[in-house]
């Protein structure tokens, strides 16, 4: 698991990430505008917002989390 806390001017957020196993069904979106997978690759194409910044990178850089 992954922890970031992340301050923007007008509030701070404190972001929970998981390395899970998909096992059947597809994800759903749930309160939020839009959902795809995306490969490693293409991950510079979209824009992120700045907390994510560092789980970003984590996943650039390790092909092991792309299973």
């Not at 196993?21 to 505008?33: F, G, S, T, V, Y």
């Not at 795809?36 to 910044?53: K, Y």
Request: hydrophobic share 40%; proline share 7%.
């Amino acid at each position: 698991m992954e922890s970031i806390t992340h301050e923007y001017p007008e509030k701070t957020v404190h972001l929970k990430f998981f390395l899970c196993a998909w096992l059947k069904n597809e994800p759903q979106k749930l309160a939020c505008p839009d959902f795809r997978w995306v490969s490693r690759e293409e991950m510079p194409e979209f824009d992120f917002p700045a907390a994510d910044a560092r789980l970003l990178k984590m996943l650039q850089q390790n092909a092991g989390l792309w299973r």
